[in-house]
């Protein structure tokens, strides 16, 4: 399985409840109608109260919602987003609905790093 995962925000200014209001209501209801879909979950993100050293709270708590997308192999994911992706209702506050960093990943991780220990050759 190939998974799809989305960190979001909404633009500068368009308050949370809005753009809740948008993304959950319409803009997630119509990406249902992607071709070759098998998986479909959302989060909203948890305030992180304190920051380790090498970032910052602000870093952590820009994002607001990650979604995940799932789909059983690359072809499919490849139909359903690149060929074949629905047509998307615009937010009513811009052309841009969501602010997003994506990052695919595979269904079983490589390792179970509380388990075991990475063999590095």
Known sequence: MVRWIFLLRYPDGVPLEEGERWYLGTHTQ??????????????QAEEA???PP???VQRLNKW????ELGFHSWEAWREGAVE?????TPAPYGPVGIEVETIFIGDKPQYDLLREVPRIP
Not at 64 to 67: A, E, F
């Open 84 to 88: 074949r992706m629905p047509l998307w």
């Open 30 to 43: 119509e990406a249902k109608r992607m071709h070759g879909l098998c998986l479909y979950r959302t989060w």
């Open 49 to 51: 109260p304190v920051a």
């Open 64 to 67: 607001v919602r990650l979604t």
């Open 54 to 56: 090498w970032t910052t």
